[in-house]
Nanobody, 126 residues
Framework: QVQLVESGGGLVQAGGSLRLSCAAS????????MGWFRQAPGKEREFVAV????????VYADSVKGRFTISRDNAKNTVWLQMNGLKPEDTAVYYC???????????????????WGQGTQVTVSS
């Protein structure tokens, strides 16, 4: 089983930036895709971004495209989500997730990930 620990959330004003980190341990990290999802109160968990095993392929939700950047360092077993131009509608608990495969050739969903972190709260004030 892989353990994932997110950090970097917080309270920020609209237009601001945050960088989320996710540290992985317990299973091989570098062979698998990593994703970020978010869940706002009363809503389902939704896809934000995914990065393939070597960082060569990234996919983003339309709502964050051009503002968020996902990256990884396999030597550090860490994946990041750089969030710029934050909006109040970005407010949610953000989760990182460990995939079943090295590269997704489609936009993955919650069911495509086998391990999840505990989440980190991001709150954007207007």
């Amino acid at each position: 089983q892989v353990q994932l620990v997110e950090s970097g959330g917080g309270l920020v004003q609209a237009g601001g930036s945050l960088r989320l980190s996710c540290a992985a341990s317990g299973r091989p990290f570098s062979y698998y895709s990593m994703g970020w999802f978010r869940q706002a109160p009363g809503k389902e968990r939704e896809f934000v971004a995914v990065i393939n095993w070597n960082g060569g392929r990234t996919v983003y939700a339309d709502s964050v495209k051009g503002r968020f950047t996902i990256s990884r360092d396999n030597a550090k077993n860490t994946v990041w989500l750089q969030m710029n131009g934050l909006k109040p509608e970005d407010t949610a608990v953000y989760y990182c997730a460990y995939g079943y495969t090295g590269t997704y050739v489609y936009t993955p969903s919650v069911a495509d990930f086998r391990s999840w972190g505990q989440g980190t709260q991001v709150t954007v004030s207007s």
